[in-house]
């Protein structure tokens, strides 16, 4: 952990905290959105930091890119002018709680990763074995098709399976496109 | 300047996001910012297995980030799929609204 740059770290870590909490507490949802776009990046370059290429370029790639086109997408789409006061709305107590619940949690789990001692180094991918066989992604596409060959094409199932769901959520059906498709009809044959 | 990073530095600050996560999770109604926050959560764990594959030089948590990132695609393409659906049935996207098994 020693090489890893702590001012470059200590920013990042600001960063991604401060804007996930705006994420958390802004109304409008697309401030939200644009929040949770620095906190990507800020994690990428976390990423970058801890030796993880591959991971860090799959985070701008999948998370900055494509997920958050999609929910700003569907943020527009929804046209949600009114900003949503449901942070004013739910009631005080249960606010509370839930804030003091998850800072228990959190002091807990400091408490734990400090009090662990440092874990031996078990794995042959030291930074230096990593350098030496050609990089972070090379060593990672290597394992991915040797080792974890049966996972990766299980994802290619997972991802299909995710293209049809929301294409058979997403689409008008039923009793509203019987009624628009008469509509249309009617419109038709009145012209 | 600063002192280096130590591991559990980076590991509280993975729980920091998490709880944050959960925060919104628990607390906000809006169904937008509830798959966002899961996104956080999703993204803090990734961070700590990344983090634990650093400390103990081994891949097996790089590659499960792979599949995890994978998983959070899906599952964020079906939820805003939910979103829409409720939204054109419900003509909302808040949580209190989904009462149509109520009455």
Known sequence: MSEIS????????GMALA?????????NPVASAFSLVIVFFSFAGIYALLGAHLVATMQILVYAGAIMVLFV????LLNSDSPSFDFRRSPLIFRFAAGLVCFAMFVLFVKVFRETGPSPSVGPFTSAAVEAAGGNTRVISELMFSEYILPFELTSILLLAGIVGSVALAKRHGSAE???SKKGVSSVSSR | MFPAVEPWVVLSFCSAIFFVGLFGLLVRRNLLIILMSIELMLNAVNLTYVTFSHQLSSMAGQMSVFFIIVVAAAESAVGLGLVIAMYRTLKSVDTDEITLLKD
């Open chain 1, 6 to 13: 702590p001012v470059a770290f200590y920013l990042f870590a």
């Open chain 1, 19 to 27: 804007f996930s909490v705006l994420t958390v507490l802004k109304k």
């Open chain 1, 73 to 76: 997408f569907v943020v527009m």
């Open chain 1, 178 to 180: 019987k009624a628009s």
